[in-house]
């Protein structure tokens, strides 16, 4: 799915990752699930790309919904994977942190767990090699990345800022589609381990400036950061 020329999304509202396109490459950003590799494959075939293109991929944090294809494309194709120190016990396999009890609905949940289920999520590949990132690093990809720390979500939650394209991707940082209720528009996510510091932590956002806000779950935003984070703000009160 085209959002600009330079700029793509592959999944849906669902599930989702994305694709910075330049001259130079390709980034990728999160890897969804195992079952969007083929999506990747068509997009980039759309573009005339394929997967010798893509010169690094960047992890938000390490959930099994967002690092999908990822062990594949590094194990395969040789594309470094990235993640925040934080979270790479997580990208791993390692324990995560117990949540509190979420809100839903049962045709949401159903949803997303049959979606999930349809593009590989009961069959996670567990990173095995990674690149650490501690925040604040400008990357040497394919639009020059920029990792800004985004504690709450996970320990290693990120958020990551591409100038060239005027997008933010923020992962699980908000969501634009709770994806157990079903419920739209710029949101905390669920599942995350410190609501608190996650609502903190938004604030973080604001000096990119950026038009496209684009999360993990959820349709993008193109009404700015600002708004956005606004609108995150109230939600949570």
């Known amino acids: 799915m085209e959002l600009t020329p330079a700029l793509h999304r592959i999944g849906n509202d669902v599930v989702a990752a994305y694709l910075v396109v330049t001259p130079e490459g390709v980034t990728v950003i999160d890897a969804g699930l195992p079952g969007l590799h083929s999506e990747l494959v068509a997009e980039l075939a759309s573009l005339g790309r394929s997967l010798s293109d893509v010169k690094g991929l960047v992890l938000t944090h390490g ?104 997008a933010v991707f923020v992962g699980d940082a908000l969501t634009t589609r709770h994806v157990l209720t079903g419920q739209k528009g710029p949101a905390p996510a669920p599942f995350t381990d410190e609501p608190a510091q996650a609502l903190a932590s938004l604030r973080a956002l604001l000096a990119t400036g950026a038009t496209w806000v684009l999360p993990g779950h959820g349709a993008p935003w193109s009404g700015g950061v600002a708004a956005a984070v606004a609108a995150v703000e109230a939600a949570a009160r």
């Not at 942190?97 to 049962?106: D, E, G, R, T, V």
């Not at 400008?138 to 709450?152: E, H, N, V």
């Open 63 to 166: 959930d099994g919904d967002h690092i999908g294809f990822a062990e594949r494309l590094r194990r395969d194709h040789g594309v470094p994977v990235y993640i925040h120190a934080g979270d790479v016990s997580r990208a791993k396999g390692g324990p995560k942190p117990k949540n509190a009890k979420q809100s839903m609905k049962l045709g949401a949940m159903l949803g997303f767990l049959a979606y999930s289920l349809r593009k590989g999520g009961a069959k996670t590949t567990w990173l095995t090699e990674v690149i650490e990132l501690h925040g604040g690093e400008t990357l040497d990809l394919p639009g020059s990345p920029q990792i800004i720390a985004m504690p709450g979500h996970s320990e290693g939650s990120v958020a990551v800022f591409v100038p060239s394209v005027d």
